[in-house]
């Protein structure tokens, strides 16, 4: 078992999706999408709902043992928290190694 | 009069009541949303389709190829004098995304139009189906190009954005594609084809149309209402009634240059129509996910409200059946 | 016989008997939910249409006014007679939820039987499917109203319970909504809107009934087989051999209600099958969801059980084909 | 970052939409909710099924920085979940402010 | 040649490429998760009655009895060849899953072929509906045995493995079920059950075929692109040149075995196409789904690729004109 | 408020099934099964496509205050993923008792 943080992130259907690939790039070793998640928040509420262009939210759940990596990650994600709404929330957690 | 009137009493608008309805009275009627997704996709395939068809049996001419040109060249420049409309009232972020809303065309109000004329048995060409495809992504574009130009850059989510990608996804996004590829292989496969699929393509359409736009009506309904519910927190958009100006304004305006447009043109009844329709309808699902992207300071509660609860009914309700007896009167 | 062997021999029957079977040699078919869903709501709004169409082209007349009526005041008064009998047996949260359960209706067995006239080819009238629509709700609020009398009020999820909201769901419930609405719609356009929707609403009927009871079968047999498993957790619900006999006994008393009262209102062969079926239905969607939140206390494990795996199922294979035998007996 | 509660809370679908809304009034800054979760526990399994009546569960999720309003949405759970089932968890966590 | 214009220039080949295209050009055309797996549920609703009311009209003879033992011999036969030829270049868990794959059969493939045979206008029996179910389950069983004894065994997953729970699921798995079950029901209720059905399962069969193949362009595409993709990563599986040979190779020497086979059971034009194309289709769905637990160590990179990326296409697009262009002039 | 251990595991949605199935044996109190997840690892990336044959992942949410079962629970986690991927994370929450 291997401490490590564990990032959850809630945010806009398209920008979840642009969000996953762009964390490739930062390093970080993997992720888990729950798509078609709905919230509401200051921006009212969220519902999925593809025919009337409202986007629902997805719940990216990332495992990272790496603070840099960590670090990386809440940079990227903090503007897009700003501009578009979300939760962003990072807590400790054990990770089973194999 | 009484062209209104048939149009309310058709099936399918009746059924558009039947959604708005079950959001006013609080009824948990929904249909499930891959099915939803699914049956737009299948108006999307089902009149791509029947356009190729169409277009097999007739010849391409320089009439069809000016007509398509006008139909980018109006997405291209309605956002042009409608950005500059808009920002007298509104923030500059706003006003680009409504230009680029209009300027783009909603597919389900061109599909009810062609299943009125079905319904009030008169033609129009497989090439308006081409039309259509090719309005969906100038104005996208362009509206973005003008916030660039006149809004502050640097936006939050730029660092997601990208312009080709931007470029790629307009010009093959879901509904462009779909209708395009179906137009093509209803126009390689032709009548031959057609008997295949026809009574999918063809007999089905019209009773799939009614419960696609049951939930069309539920999903403008409900966001007409929270736009309402919005009003004071952050979710608000504009004033509800600058809101419905502006959404009832700019398809009259929109349409009163399509219809210019499609009589120099000299189209016939059906295609005249189906070119104002285009014109005048506004985009709630390509636009809004690509302003999402490049646009983030714009307001979806603005924009999108507009687009969908407000302009939408109006084309479907009032819109189609105008529109008809104005070129009726002018033919 | 024959004509139980008949009914058996349907492919709708022999699709829902496929479905059991799937569960039994633990086959992982499944229709994904969402389509089941639409497939349930096709089949509401086929049947709405089609009795709506009907309804425009006859006349209303009292003996009409007279069965709506009838068929309300059943699915008020069945509650309070199998309330008391229940009660003898059973707490009286599940006793109260039992009653609910009964004194509404199931819309599947209704389109079921619908169908059986159709391939019969004994004909109906549309106003059943008003009565339908006006028996699903008064139940519930008798069930509730009992409870509250005979039981210890204070429910732990009263807190998200309010009567307002509850009166609300039950007259303006998804099904209730759809079916009416359709109706209301077929009526208006009559046979002209029915020429356009023909293709979906007659031409698929019985093909896509096959499929939804398929579903079924997997449905009811699933929740049959964890009701025997669930027999010694916390999960469990009464002694099977008690809930069998409830659940067989509820449906043959009702349907003996049910033919008298056909038989006083003098009803057709179709329609009286048609009103019997529906007394002798019990609801397994909407009476559970407004339970779970009114009654918390009563147990799923038991009046779901009971309508989903054991009433169903009997009023479908036993119990239709058996009313039916009756009914042409006695006319 | 701030710290804040993850509250987790599992109970069946009617229950979640109607919390959801009882949520806003008890001050809850906003909430994310996944829809059609299966689970198991006390009252047996529990699985999506529109058809059948049976209901599914919805897993919602509220950070919240405020302890007040932790206990007044936990007050408000309780006996939801005697009466009902279900699981809520409580745990910390670092809320990225934006 | 012009047998295989013919094809590829049919609708539902057609929309197989328009997939392809929409993940070359990146577009996001997608049919949602549920309403594809609910289209591929129709198809085998729909071909399983069509065959089992066939199956009703002609009677059963000592030469449909060959056939299918035929088939099931092939079944189980193939994977011992086909892993032998393999493990001389890969690892014998990929070649035990690949041996797997090669022995068990494509249902879509089965649907194309008879749905290009229906556009030919030639005719087939109704029990080859039968040999495709006989044909997914025993390659499975043979190919894990085969590892077992050639193979290290205690894999890690062994411990959710179990060989009772693995026989049932593929002698019962949904595609087998639901096929089996269809057309046993069609045989049933013969012409006046397909009376009932006939829209559904006849009227839109092509037309519903031909959204299926949209999405299976779409998903054997996007496949393909990620195991190039994938190539140097821990998902990578074999080099792309061999996987190519291998999944081109395996349906071309299965379709000579079958074309051998057929003609020793003297099998009409029709059915002998079908035959084939049953014996040199590989399995996507049955065999992955039995792989990842019984033989996790095998990686779906290698064999999914091969069967759903390559030898699928193939089979569509020149396996079956060409192996009827051999059954004409063996004829 | 009982001090908890929360298991959350992401495996391939066959896989879920099953596991979902020997939990149960090895004594957890209940699990929560999030169906239809979407990812990306070492092992490339997941979606939910049933008709290709590839399949998604599943999220498996257990509460459990028994540290021997805890560790049955990951003892049988552990050699599922080595063999088929995935992530398993433990982290500490509170239990709300009702
Ligand atoms: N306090 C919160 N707890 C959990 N999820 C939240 C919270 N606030 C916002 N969200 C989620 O983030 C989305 C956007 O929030 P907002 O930008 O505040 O409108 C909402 O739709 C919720 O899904
Ligand atoms: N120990 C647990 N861990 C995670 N989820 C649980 C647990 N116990 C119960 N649940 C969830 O809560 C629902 C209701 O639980 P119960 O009331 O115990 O039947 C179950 O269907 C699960 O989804
Ligand atoms: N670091 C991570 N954080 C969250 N989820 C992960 C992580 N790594 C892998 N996963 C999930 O586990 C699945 C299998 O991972 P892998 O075995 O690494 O390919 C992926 O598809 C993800 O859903
Ligand atoms: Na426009
Ligand atoms: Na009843
Ligand atoms: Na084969």
Known sequence: ???????????????AQRLAVRLRQLGAPGFTLIP???GAGDRGERRADELSGDSSNCLILI???????VDRILEAVRPLLSSSGGVCLVSDALWLRH | MSAFLGNLGSPPLLFFFLGVMAVVVRSDLEIP??????????????????????????SIDSGMLLTLLAAMLLSAGIPVYAFFLMRRRMSTADAAAIAATYGSVSAVTFVTAAGYLDIQGVGWSGYLVAAMA????????????????????????????SWKQLVNESLFNASVFLI?????????TGSAGMNQVEPLVKGLFLGLLCLFLLDMGIVAARRFRDSRQAADGLAAGQPLR?????????????AALGLGVAWLLGLSEGNALLFTVLVASGSYIAVPAAMRLALPEANPGTYLTMSLAI????????GIPAYHAVIRWLL
């Open chain 1, 1 to 15: 078992m291997k401490p490590c943080k564990r990032i959850e992130i809630v945010i806009e259907a398209p920008l």
């Open chain 2, 180 to 188: 395009l590829g179906s137009m093509c292989i209803g126009w390689i």
């Open chain 2, 242 to 254: 600058l809101m419905l100006a502006a959404a009832v304004g700019m398809p009259l305006l929109n």
């Open chain 2, 134 to 161: 090719l309005m969906e992504s100038p104005a996208i574009i362009v509206g973005i190009l003008l916030y660039n130009h006149y809004g502050n850059r640097g936006s939050a989510s730029a660092s997601l954005f």
């Open chain 2, 311 to 318: 302009t939408f009914p109006f084309n479907l309700l009032i």
């Open chain 2, 33 to 58: 949303g891959q099915v939803a997704k699914a049956l737009s996709l299948y108006l999307l395939f089902a009149i791509g389709f029947k356009g190729g068809v169409a277009l097999a049996e007739s």
């Open chain 1, 36 to 38: 078609d998640v709905r």
């Open chain 1, 63 to 69: 495992a990272c043992d790496d603070q840099a990596t």
